[in-house]
């Protein structure tokens, strides 16, 4: 992470993503959550690392709405495509992108999809960032 963007919403949506992408493997959400928001922060011994509530509220909506965000994603996957096909990545970010698409008035539709093929790009590959915009980019047009 650069300086410039530490704790803008750009960085904290990729440490939300982070913290989905551990979930994955196993890992517990709070201790995801700490780690992806505090692996790079240096905090004294007797402070306690707070994780900012865009970030938590990010997560928790996704983890709450899982079940809802797969079907509706899964919904617009060409034939012969299913989710357990995608990588944990390209998972963790159509949930996430799907999410603050639909839930978070307070996010422009375009700045989250943008916000996350600029997560696609960093994680994945330029394939994957365009499957990534060509998915989410459905969810703009039909709702809008």
Do not use: C
């Amino acid at each position: 992470m650069t300086s410039v963007f530490k704790d803008s919403r750009r960085d904290l949506r990729e440490r939300a993503f982070q913290t989905l992408f551990s979930l994955e493997t196993g890992g517990e959400f709070i201790d995801a959550a700490h780690f992806a928001y505090g692996y790079d922060k240096t905090v004294s011994e007797d402070k306690v690392l707070e994780v900012p509530i865009f970030l938590l509220n990010l997560v928790n909506g996704v983890v709450d709405h899982k079940d809802e965000l797969d079907t509706l994603i899964s919904s617009h996957l060409k034939s012969g495509w299913s989710l357990e096909r995608l990588t944990l990545v390209d998972k963790s970010l159509l949930r996430l992108g799907r999410y603050e698409i639909k839930y978070f008035d307070e996010t422009p539709d375009r700045v989250a999809l943008n916000e996350i093929i600029e997560i696609a790009k960093k994680y994945s590959d330029e394939t994957s960032a365009k499957f990534v915009n060509g998915l989410l980019s459905q969810f703009i047009t039909n709702e809008n």
